[in-house]
Structure formats: C-alpha cells, structure tokens
C-alpha cells in the first residue's frame, strides 16, 4: 500500500511540475530573435572588406504565433535593409537591397532556430 502511495504522490509531483512551468510568450520570446537580429548585424558587418563596406540596417523583427504547434509556438522573422559602398574610378557608388532571415521558436530547447 505504500508503495503504491509513493507512486502516486511521485506522479502527483511531476505533474505539479510540469505545470509550474511558464508558458513561453510572444512578450518573452522576443528580446532573445532581437539579440540574434545584432549578432548577425554584427556578422555581417565585420565581413572582409574587400573594397566595399556594407552596413547592416535592422527594419523589423517580427515574432507571429503558430497556433495548433506546440513544438514551434512561434516563427519570426528579421529583415535588414543592408547598404553596401564600394569607391570606383568614377566616385563612390552605394547600393541598397533587403534580406530577410526566418525562425521558428523550439519550446523543448527555449530557442530560436534559423528556418532555411
């Protein structure tokens, strides 16, 4: 009788646990696919010069629910506006084009994953 007992209050706790766990939202999603928009502005940026100097500019980081998945309750997305420079014979010359970066969030690692 008390082992089954102890099993019963084991079971009892692990759900309790579970329980006690905080469901991830958009609001505590988003400060970690921000950081992730800087790191790849800062990748971007300290690329090899090579004669042209591109400057990485962050237009939105978007973070959507994905309702009905629960591994992946959200995707987001980061897109730059990125101005590249490059000094010819004729003077400098700018040019400007747009890149985006999609993610899902994976609520088992408390991550975002970069969805190709």
């Known amino acids: 009788m008390s082992t089954r007992l102890g099993l019963a209050a084991l079971a009892l706790l692990a759900v309790s646990c579970k329980l006690g766990e905080p469901k991830a939202t958009r609001e505590s999603v988003t400060p970690a696919l921000q950081q992730e928009a ?4 800062a990748e971007g940026e300290r690329m ?4 042209v100097k591109a ?6 980081v978007e973070v959507r629910e994905q309702k009905g998945s629960a591994d992946q309750p959200f995707a987001g997305t980061i897109r730059f ?10 003077g ?6 747009e890149k985006k970066f999609d993610y899902v ?3 088992a690692s408390k ?3 970069f969805r190709p």
């Open 111 to 113: 991550q975002w994953r």
């Open 105 to 107: 969030y994976d609520a």
């Open 81 to 90: 506006r990125i101005d590249s420079s490059t000094h010819a014979l004729e």
């Open 38 to 41: 800087q790191k790849l502005k």
């Open 48 to 51: 090899p010069d090579l004669g």
């Open 55 to 60: 400057t990485w500019n962050v237009l939105a």
């Open 92 to 97: 400098p010359s700018t040019q400007s084009f």
